[in-house]
Each structure stands twice: as C-alpha cells, then as structure tokens.
C-alpha cells in the first residue's frame, strides 16, 4: 500500500519569508514517481514537478525547489521570497504503475493550505 | 502539456437526480482518471477509463453510482447518480500523457446537491 503524509494542513507567513512544504511518502516499489501540484482558490489543480524515484538530485526553478531524499522517504518544497499570489494549497503525490493495465494511480497526501500574507 | 476542459465548470443539484460531468482533452490519450475532491479533503481517485474497454473503479466507488463513458481517445463522461448532499465535492478528470507519466488535470467541476 501506498501513503503520502504532509504532515503541516496549514502554515501561514508573512511576504517574502521562505517556506518548506513536507512530505513523506510510504512504497514498497523501487520505481515510482513523486509529484507535486498547486491548487489555488480557483479549484484547479496546477501540476509543478515529477521526480523520478532514481533521480535524487534537487532541482530548482525560479523562486521553488524541491529535496528529495530517498534514505528519509522525503521529498519536500520550499518557496524562496513568499509571494501573496503563492497563497493556495500544495499536494504532494505519489504515482505507482498497476498491474491490471489500468495505468498510473496517484496517491495524494493531505495538502498544505500556504497563506502568505502582505 | 494538454488542455482539458470541462463541463459544466459549477452546478447545484436536487437530491435524487443525476448529472453528468463531460471532459474533453485537445489531443488523443489512453488513460483519463476521474477523482473526487470532497470539500476541504484531498483528491480520491474514483475511476481509471481506457478506451475501448470498461471503466477501472477503485474500492468504495460503484459502476451504479457513477458510470463512465469513454467513446474516443479525447472525451470521457462521468455521471453521478441518484445523487445526495454528500457528493457535494469538485470532480476533476485528467490525462496521462504515458510518455511522461505525468497526470495535468481539468479545472473541475464543482457540485453542490441540496
């Protein structure tokens, strides 16, 4: 079975401060994917990075980036010089390939509700 | 990435009736996934439809209760039926684009039942 905990359901801070999202993450596959997705008030859900589970190396773009530490089952965000408009809620997931031909399924963790404050 | 959209984007229902949520992908794929986001929860997935064979469902989810339609590589249906103030939630559909593994998903549609 599979499992994603964000441990944090909500943080709140005040504009341009940094802010690191949790997530861990349970598996019993070798290969998997790890994602993260933004859900503004909109409803949508914007997707922001995959992680391949081979691939260990943190990335960043712009004012994100990502840690993934496989020893730990971590793979956690943080948002460098908080903006207003980065208010919304943060998903972690997890993706695991099915035997039955019924392609991909995501397991998604809890969120993070992020409130950034002027 | 793809551009899914969907419809009707909102709606507000009686209980007992049922409604039926189209999504629609601008390019051919082989897996649309249909979730459940219940308010102020995270995204349950209800559903995997493949093209030319019956829906996928997971544990707790019934053909009965929200059959699916998938007539081409680009259009899927969700139907929610006999529905009752607890399907109040966003029903989101998505793709999976097999040569990046990656699922972009709708807007959602946002269901209220009275």
């Known amino acids: 079975a599979q499992k994603v905990t964000q441990a944090q359901t909500e943080i709140s801070v005040v504009e341009k401060e940094d802010v690191t999202l949790d997530c861990v993450y349970e598996?019993?596959?070798?290969?998997?994917?790890l994602f993260w997705y933004k859900q503004p008030p909109s409803g949508e859900l914007v997707f922001l990075i995959r992680?391949?589970?081979?691939?260990?190396q943190n990335e960043i773009s712009g004012r994100y980036s990502w840690n993934f530490q496989k020893s730990t089952s971590s793979f956690n965000f943080t948002i460098t010089a908080s903006q207003v408009v980065d208010s919304a809620v943060y998903f972690c997931?997890?993706?695991?390939?099915?035997?039955?031909?019924?392609?991909?399924?995501?397991?998604f963790g809890g969120g993070t509700r992020l409130m950034v404050k002027p | 990435s793809a551009v899914i959209s969907q419809k009707p984007s909102r709606d507000i229902c009686q209980r007992g009736t049922s409604l039926t949520i189209q999504c629609q992908v601008d390019?051919?794929?082989?897996?649309m996934f249909w979730y459940r986001q219940q308010p102020g929860q995270s995204l349950t997935l209800i559903a995997t439809?493949?093209?030319?064979?019956?829906?996928?469902?997971e544990s707790g989810f019934v053909i009965d209760k929200f059959p699916i339609s998938r007539p081409n590589l680009t259009f899927s249906t969700l139907t929610v039926s006999n529905m009752s103030p607890e399907d109040s939630s966003i029903y989101l559909c998505?793709?999976?684009?097999?040569?990046?593994?990656?699922?972009?998903f709708g807007p959602g549609t946002r269901l209220t039942v009275l």
């Open positions: 439809a493949n093209q030319g064979s019956e829906a996928t469902y």
């Open positions: 390019s051919q794929v082989t897996m």
């Open positions: 998505s793709v999976d684009r097999t040569s990046t593994d990656t699922q972009y």
């Open positions: 598996t019993r596959d070798t290969t998997y994917y």
């Open positions: 997931a997890l993706s695991a390939t099915r035997n039955n031909n019924a392609g991909n399924m995501l397991t």
């Open positions: 992680r391949n589970s081979f691939d260990e």
